[in-house]
C-alpha cells in the first residue's frame, strides 16, 4: 500500500494567516500565524516560513515530501497573496 505523501495549506489573504500540514485525510498540524501589524516584516504573512519551518523539523518533513498544495488566492492583502503565491511557485520548482 503507498502511503500519501503530505499536503500544506496556507491561508495568507488576511490580517491573521495560518497554515494546515496534513498528510492524506489527515491534519497534523494547523498554525496560526502572528497578525500582521502593517509595515514591511511586521508578521503575519512575512513570517510564513520561520513557522513552517519550525513545524517540518518538528514533524520530520522535507520540502520534497510535500506533494500538495492549497492555497488561499484572495480577495484579500496583496503583500500577503503575493508571499502565498511565491511559496507555491517554489515548491513547484
Given amino acids: 500500500m503507498r502511503v500519501p505523501h503530505y499536503n500544506l495549506a496556507i ?3 488576511g490580517r491573521i494567516g495560518s497554515f494546515t500540514l496534513g498528510r492524506g485525510d489527515e491534519m497534523l498540524v494547523t498554525s496560526q500565524l502572528p497578525p500582521q501589524t502593517g509595515g514591511a516584516g511586521s508578521g503575519g504573512a512575512s513570517e510564513l ?5 519550525r513545524q ?5 518533513i522535507t520540502p520534497r515530501e510535500i506533494g500538495e498544495f492549497y492555497l488561499s488566492i484572495g480577495p484579500g492583502s496583496f503583500t500577503g497573496l503575493r508571499i ?10
Fill in 11 to 13: 491561508e495568507t489573504s
Fill in 49 to 53: 516560513m520561520d513557522h513552517l519551518n
Fill in 56 to 60: 517540518c523539523r518538528q514533524l520530520d
Fill in 84 to 93: 502565498g503565491v511565491t511559496l507555491a511557485k517554489m515548491f513547484a520548482q
